[in-house]
């Protein structure tokens, strides 16, 4: 049996592609493809994969490293890592009687830069070896400038504190070439293969059409919905400042603040409010000049075509006056207060989506936010 593994790499694409795959699974199956969630839980099906990283670490006797992942588990010595990756590997094996398919695909975003140790990347695929006799992994990098912006967005969704320029400081460089050596070394230059998340290079310039390349189908099937949509730059204003006031976990760390977890689910369901963050021509140079040297190195190793790993773009939006949007902040903040007092007057959140379907005899759910917030702003 074949594994192909996709190494999720931050904001590559791997939610997108995960829910294309488990939408696509049944036609996937038909074309001998085999995709499962496989997970611990049955209440985990939304996850993918997540539990493979426990496997790895647990296999070098060291702690599943995302703290949010432990909690998500429950998981906070080796003792109890030992006890989940013994639970689950029989409901692994299961997942694999049932598919019955020649070829499989896992992916999780938990391996690419989750195993930071050619020793660990080893234990992942020592691992999987119990299960498959042939392994392929699948790997993609993005521009780092693109990455930085994106990644501040993430992190901030999760309860980061820190302001952006700090958060550039300290996270504008991500060495690729080191990523793809560990691997090469680890399972070998033949099992790995390197993409770049670049319109460019991309099959169609398109994430799904280049992974349908990668795994061997010549069609794309049915697309997911849109994932993980951008927040404008107000929106992410005026979740910082949320994260500053109240906790996104419970006292005692080993819990999701359910307080925390509604607001900011309602700041990233608003409709969009304004331009989006963008870097300053002075920033891009930055953090390409940090991350020259190593794109470089595995341009040369991988992409020898390729004048430069990621060609030079021009900056979007330099001007200082463009990026400061106290006034969108504000409306954003409006928006929010209004949202979070309908939902206690009526007991349950409302969306706004104008592309809705309505319903028969009944008013779309556009139409009746709209009556809801001008009833509560007079």
Known sequence: MKAIVHLGMPKTGTTTLQSWLYLNRKALAVRGIGYDRMAYRRRDQRSAHTELSFCARDRVGLLQMDRGLRIKHQIFDLGQQRSFVMKYEPVFARSLRRMAAPQVILSSEYLGAG????????????WLSQFFDDIRYVIYFRRQEDLVLSSYQQRLKSGHVGDFDSFLHKHAVHNYAQIADRWVSAVGRDKLDVRLFERDWLVDADIIADFSNAIGL?????????????LSLAAQELLHAVNRKIPHKSEDGKRHNPVYAKVRDHIVDMADSGPARTLTGEQIDQVRSLNQRHNEDLRAAFFPQREELFAPRPAKGSDPEAIDHKEQVARAAAELANRMAIELKYGKKLVRAPDASPQPSKPRRFDLWSRLVSRNET
Do not use: G, T, Y
């Open 115 to 126: 195993l930071q140790s050619e020793e660990e990347a080893k234990a992942l695929d020592d």
């Open 218 to 230: 010549d069609e794309i099937l049915d697309r997911p919905a849109s994932q993980n949509e951008s």
